[in-house]
């Protein structure tokens, strides 16, 4: 089996966890995309969605589902989105497609984070995949420079802008055995707007696909 048929199956069974008629906080890439695929051939009706990203937000409008500032409403009861990795704790790093700022802003306003992975993503400690700091544009330099001396290498992610006007940077070889502490220290550098480390927050529920199918962590 692939990659792509355990995305597909891992989007299935996110429905389980979707009520009819609520309004639904819905990620970014292409995990969530094959969600938001079996979503409306479910048949499921949702009142509305909150969206992390304007590739989302096209996504989910094409196919008729309204989407609601995260202003409009309330909390959220659900969110569902993807991670580049997880770890046993459903500690996560996102932001492989650059979104994880707002992902982050849908994820704590929801009650319940719902994490759509395969088992490729499943690492005991995180920092195999490079973790995006988004960065006002004036401070790349200059966060870039902090980024070294916590201990990363940081790659400019060039010719990418994010939803918010902003870049990324990309950071290779961190020491992440202790993320809330990391999150935390990254996030109070002038000029960070976030970093990809869904620590401090992590997911409440991670369901990945893989060759022996479906695994709930
Ligand atoms: C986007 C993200 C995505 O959730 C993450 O990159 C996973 O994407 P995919 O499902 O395409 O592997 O954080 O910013």
């Given at each position: 089996?692939?990659?792509?048929?355990?995305?597909?199956?891992?989007?299935?069974?996110?429905?389980?966890?979707?009520?009819?008629?609520?309004?639904?906080g819905?990620?970014?890439?292409?995990?969530?995309?094959?969600?938001?695929?079996?979503?409306?051939?479910?048949?499921?009706?949702?009142?509305?969605a909150v969206?992390?990203?304007?590739?989302?937000?096209?996504?989910?409008?094409?196919?008729?589902?309204?989407?609601l500032?995260l202003?409009?409403?309330?909390?959220?009861?659900?969110?569902?989105?993807?991670?580049?990795?997880?770890?046993?704790?459903?500690?996560?790093?996102?932001?492989?497609?650059?979104?994880?700022?707002?992902?982050?802003?849908?994820?704590?306003?929801?009650?319940?984070?719902?994490?759509?992975?395969?088992?490729?993503?499943?690492?005991?400690?995180?920092?195999?995949?490079?973790?995006?700091?988004?960065?006002?544009?004036?401070?790349?330099?200059?966060?870039?420079?902090?980024?070294?001396?916590?201990?990363?290498?940081?790659?400019?992610?060039?010719?990418?802008?994010?939803?918010?006007?902003?870049?990324?940077?990309?950071?290779?070889?961190?020491?992440?055995?202790?993320?809330?502490?990391?999150?935390?220290?990254?996030?109070?550098?002038?000029?960070?707007?976030?970093?990809?480390?869904?620590?401090?927050?992590?997911?409440?529920?991670?369901?990945?696909?893989?060759?022996?199918?479906?695994?709930?962590?």
């Amino acid at each position: 089996m692939s990659q792509e048929q355990w995305k597909h199956d891992v989007g299935e069974a996110a429905l389980d966890y979707v009520e009819d008629d609520s309004v639904l906080g819905v990620g970014t890439g292409s995990t969530v995309n094959a969600f938001i695929d079996a979503l409306a051939a479910s048949g499921k009706r949702l009142e509305a969605a909150v969206s992390s990203s304007e590739a989302t937000t096209r996504r989910l409008r094409e196919l008729g589902i309204e989407v609601l500032d995260l202003n409009q409403v309330g909390g959220l009861d659900l969110y569902i989105d993807g991670a580049d990795e997880f770890d046993p704790h459903r500690r996560l790093i996102k932001g492989g497609g650059g979104a994880h700022t707002r992902e982050k802003i849908v994820a704590e306003a929801s009650r319940r984070f719902v994490c759509i992975a395969d088992e490729s993503k499943r690492v005991g400690v995180l920092g195999r995949f490079p973790l995006p700091v988004e960065v006002i544009p004036m401070a790349r330099s200059l966060v870039a420079r902090k980024l070294v001396a916590l201990g990363g290498q940081p790659e400019w992610r060039e010719g990418f802008t994010t939803d918010n006007g902003n870049l990324v940077l990309d950071v290779h070889n961190l020491d992440l055995v202790d993320p809330v502490s990391m999150e935390q220290n990254i996030n109070n550098l002038p000029g960070v707007v976030d970093c990809g480390l869904f620590a401090r927050r992590p997911a409440d529920v991670v369901l990945a696909g893989g060759p022996d199918g479906l695994n709930t962590l």
